[in-house]
């Protein structure tokens, strides 16, 4: 496992600066000292695609004309961020590629700070790949599987390498995509890729694949991201994790849409703060999902002998859902925030069009409505 976390401080780091201060931040973290480590920037809710599946998919609809988050606030919440330990920032979306100025999004974060980018890689070309590298890219996710085979290009994965930006397959880890998950390992093997298992945030009645999980998460190839930027062997969300949406929401996760305040109405500082004291106490493994194998080790953590029956439920104490402990102090923010509530509120009265708690369409066949239309090379499918 050593080896391992090594091999991933090499592929990220790029600096001296960097390492220095992942070993500050890892100390800090260890000795039990509040401090952010990662954050999450939704750049943009624009999407040239439109996967069934997708998280965001409530929150790329819930306004009707999103504007990107402008390189200027890229640059102060990244810098209040840092003031706070900040080691990490993944650049994501939407589809953080349709924005023209992806350079200088890229470019206002801190160059002591590692920076990831996670794309659907259907605008990379190879003259993008060279000026992302410039800015300061470091790590670049591509997504892969099902729906992603059309726009994933090898070769574009393989100039990364060659450029010195690090690859890493983003999977999302469900039984229906093991083929391309094994794949994945094997073109990581070759190409000295790596690959990220996302935890489904649960479609098609789907839940995580977890035998799978434990049996590939200490394979070298498999990248422990969530973990090894953002926090030790537990859920960083709310605590050493933020996601940050593209109009200054601070939520807990990409998963877990509840908002606890707005920086542009107050200091990253406070918000963190807040949800740090309230999510550290939380001591699950992942706050989205719980498999059995976890429950155990849940209720070890949590010094509890919770029922295994209450697994998947409302009642589920190691789980965030509306209406459950953990969502206390998450306030209404902005009126995105207010219009996401309010569909998932319809859905859950049976209204039309709304969209189920897992913030899908509500319709029956699962497909996004109103999606919003690219400003690059739309390749809608
Ligand atoms: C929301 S996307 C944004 C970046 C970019 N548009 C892309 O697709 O790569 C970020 C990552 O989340 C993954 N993802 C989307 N919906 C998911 C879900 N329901 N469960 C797990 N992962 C999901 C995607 O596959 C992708 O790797
Ligand atoms: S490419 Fe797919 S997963 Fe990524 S933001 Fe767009 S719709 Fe969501």
Request: aromatic share 8%.
């Given at each position: 496992?050593?080896?391992?976390?090594?091999?991933?401080?090499?592929?990220?780091?790029?600096?001296?600066?960097?390492?220095?201060?992942?070993?500050?931040?890892?100390?800090?973290?260890?000795?039990?000292?509040?401090?952010?480590?990662?954050?999450?920037?939704?750049?943009?809710?624009?999407?040239?695609?439109?996967?069934?599946?997708?998280?965001?998919?409530?929150?790329?609809?819930?306004?009707?004309?999103?504007?990107?988050?402008?390189?200027?606030?890229?640059?102060?919440?990244?810098?209040?961020?840092?003031?706070?330990?900040?080691?990490?920032?993944?650049?994501?979306?939407?589809?953080?590629?349709?924005?023209?100025?992806?350079?200088?999004?890229?470019?206002?974060?801190?160059?002591?700070?590692?920076?990831?980018?996670?794309?659907?890689?259907?605008?990379?070309?190879?003259?993008?790949?060279?000026?992302?590298?410039?800015?300061?890219?470091?790590?670049?996710?591509?997504?892969?599987?099902?729906?992603?085979?059309?726009s994933f290009q090898r070769d574009l994965a393989r100039?990364?390498?060659?450029?010195?930006?690090?690859?890493?397959?983003?999977?999302?880890?469900?039984?229906?995509?093991?083929?391309?998950?094994?794949?994945?390992?094997?073109?990581?093997?070759?190409?000295?890729?790596?690959?990220?298992?996302?935890?489904?945030?649960?479609?098609?009645?789907?839940?995580?694949?977890?035998?799978?999980?434990?049996?590939?998460?200490?394979?070298?190839?498999?990248?422990?991201?969530?973990?090894?930027?953002?926090?030790?062997?537990?859920?960083?969300?709310?605590?050493?994790?933020?996601?940050?949406?593209?109009?200054?929401?601070?939520?807990?996760?990409?998963?877990?849409?509840?908002?606890?305040?707005?920086?542009?109405?107050?200091?990253?500082?406070?918000?963190?703060?807040?949800?740090?004291?309230?999510f550290i106490k939380h001591k699950s493994f992942c706050?989205?999902?719980?498999?059995?194998?976890?429950?155990?080790?849940?209720?070890?953590?949590?010094?509890?002998?919770?029922?295994?029956?209450?697994?998947?439920?409302?009642?589920?104490?190691?789980?965030?859902?509306?209406?459950?402990?953990?969502?206390?102090?998450?306030?209404?923010?902005?009126?995105?925030?207010?219009?996401?509530?309010?569909?998932?509120?319809?859905?859950?009265?049976?209204?039309?069009?709304?969209?189920?708690?897992?913030?899908?369409?509500?319709?029956?066949?699962?497909?996004?409505?109103?999606?919003?239309?690219?400003?690059?090379?739309?390749?809608?499918r």
């Open positions: 496992m050593l080896r391992k976390a090594f091999k991933q401080f090499q592929l990220g780091v790029k600096n001296p600066g960097q390492g220095m201060r992942i070993l500050a931040s890892e100390a800090k973290m260890r000795a039990g000292i509040r401090t952010l480590r990662s954050l999450e920037l939704a750049v943009t809710w624009i999407c040239n695609l439109d996967c069934e599946f997708c998280y965001a998919e409530d929150l790329m609809k819930a306004q009707k004309k999103p504007p990107h988050m402008p390189v200027e606030e890229v640059a102060d919440i990244t810098r209040q961020a840092r003031d706070l330990g900040l080691i990490h920032v993944n650049v994501t979306g939407g589809e953080p590629l349709v924005r023209k100025d992806i350079f200088e999004v890229v470019d206002a974060i801190p160059k002591d700070v590692v920076v990831s980018l996670v794309t659907n890689s259907t605008l990379l070309t190879k003259e993008k790949i060279v000026r992302l590298k410039q800015a300061g890219l470091s790590t670049i996710q591509m997504s892969y599987g099902g729906y992603y085979l059309k100039y990364c390498v060659e450029q010195g930006i690090s690859v890493t397959l983003s999977v999302v880890n469900i039984k229906a995509e093991r083929p391309n998950i094994e794949h994945a390992f094997a073109m990581a093997e070759e190409d000295d890729f790596s690959v990220l298992f996302n935890y489904p945030m649960i479609y098609k009645n789907e839940g995580v694949d977890s035998e799978y999980y434990w049996k590939m998460r200490y394979h070298p190839r498999c990248r422990e991201d969530n973990l090894f930027w953002s926090g030790k062997d537990r859920c960083p969300a709310g605590t050493h994790k933020l996601y940050v949406t593209n109009d200054g929401d601070v939520m807990t996760c990409d998963r877990i849409h509840a908002i606890y305040g707005n920086v542009r109405t107050e200091p990253l500082a406070g918000i963190h703060k807040r949800m740090y004291e309230q706050l989205l999902e719980t498999c059995e194998k976890q429950w155990d080790e849940n209720n070890k953590r949590s010094g509890r002998n919770y029922s295994k029956t209450l697994l998947g439920t409302r009642e589920d104490p190691f789980n965030v859902f509306e209406g459950t402990p953990l969502m206390h102090g998450s306030v209404a923010g902005s009126t995105m925030a207010q219009e996401i509530h309010a569909a998932r509120k319809r859905a859950s009265e049976g209204g039309a069009n709304g969209h189920d708690a897992q913030g899908h369409d509500a319709s029956g066949d699962g497909r996004p409505v109103d999606v919003p239309v690219s400003e690059e090379a739309p390749t809608k």
